[in-house]
């Protein structure tokens, strides 16, 4: 996603998911090595179900795609998904 719209991804989560003040946010710039296009972001933390399912429907409007996992290291790690990767699926190119 472009870096315009990344911020403003970010802003609305932050706006409409109270689960997500406090917690720790990264802004990753394009990286052509990941299946993503352009910006990702990045949130560190355990999301409760509520809380992830809000961000879901802010996701869905922008076409975005998120995938969780336990990269973050706290003592929660071992338990449940600590990691939180927002991005941009790049397009797939038809031959």
Not at 15 to 39: I, K, M, Q, R, W
Not at 56 to 61: A, D, Q, T, V
């Amino acid at each position: 996603m472009k870096r315009k719209e990344a911020i403003l991804v970010l802003k609305q989560l932050l706006d409409n998911c109270v689960g997500l003040d406090g917690h720790y946010f990264e802004l990753l710039p394009p990286c052509s090595l990941t299946a993503s296009e352009g910006y990702r972001i990045v949130i560190h933390a355990a999301l409760k179900k509520t809380t992830k399912k809000k961000i879901e429907k802010i996701l869905l409007k922008h076409d975005l795609a998120f995938q969780e996992g336990n990269l973050w290291k706290t003592k929660r790690s071992k338990m449940e998904p600590d990691t939180f990767i927002i991005y941009k699926l790049k397009p797939k190119n038809h031959n």
